[in-house]
């Protein structure tokens, strides 16, 4: 299996513009969770999705950040407008259903925003 | 509400060197514990897990007992090696999702 796949790996973008982050999951995997890694904040947990459905959003930090699944294979997170204060590394993960301890992460995608 | 807490890095340690990285935790009842690594430039992994009290989680020479005595899941390798250098997460499964610590990062020079 290819792991988790995220693109892109790297982006850097002006404030203000829209930034779209994809992944697809483990195929089978029933639970996506999307991370945001930053060195004063550390890791934290945005969103994450059971079949598809989005279950918990509390860590998304404001309006301006929006995820969707619009099938199993496939994740989406956008940030619109985009902030310097944005700039962080955000991770993909996914489990297999019945449980999420173990969550296989991929490789991030590290996001500038000028 | 859950929450992890572990010993603040960085850590630099000699290859050989003993390790220990401090792990506790809060939470309601006895959740599974875990230790995920992160190298540079990649996602985390999983290192090793104990879902009950007493287990003992190993891989790769690295050791984790969850004690629910201390409340704590310190990591542990008795003669490291520099291709152990990377951040080290501890993380418990709360409800319905994993908490993790903030990290340690631990570095190895040869």
């Known amino acids: 299996d290819a792991g988790v796949i995220q693109s892109p790996r790297h982006e850097v973008t002006e404030m203000g513009q829209e930034v779209t982050l994809r992944c697809k999951p483990i195929s089978g995997h029933d639970y996506l969770f999307w991370y945001r890694q930053t060195m004063m904040r550390g890791l934290e947990l945005l969103i994450y999705f059971n079949n598809n459905v989005p279950i918990d959003d509390s860590g998304m930090p404001e309006d301006r950040f929006s995820a969707k699944m619009p099938n199993a294979s496939f994740s989406t997170l956008k940030i619109q407008p985009s902030e310097p204060r944005d700039s962080a590394v955000y991770f993909c993960?996914?489990?297999?259903?019945?449980?999420?301890?173990?969550?296989?992460f991929g490789p991030g995608t590290r996001l500038l925003v000028l | 509400g859950d929450s992890v807490t572990q010993m603040e890095g960085p850590v630099t340690l000699s290859e050989e060197a003993f390790l220990t990285i401090n792990c506790t935790y809060t939470a309601t009842g006895y959740p599974s514990l875990f230790w995920y690594v992160q190298y540079p430039g990649e996602g985390l992994q999983l290192l090793l897990k104990?879902?009950?009290?007493?287990d003992k989680g190993s891989n790769k020479g690295f050791e984790a007992t969850y004690r629910k005595e201390t409340t704590s899941f310190h990591l542990e390798k008795g003669s490291v090696q520099v291709s152990d250098s990377a951040v080290y997460f501890c993380?418990?499964?709360?409800?319905?999702?994993?908490?993790f610590g903030q990290g340690t990062r631990l570095t190895i020079n040869p």
């Open positions: 993960a996914s489990t297999p259903g019945g449980g999420y301890e173990t969550q296989y």
């Open positions: 993380a418990l499964r709360g409800a319905q999702k994993l908490v």
């Open positions: 104990a879902t009950k009290a007493d």
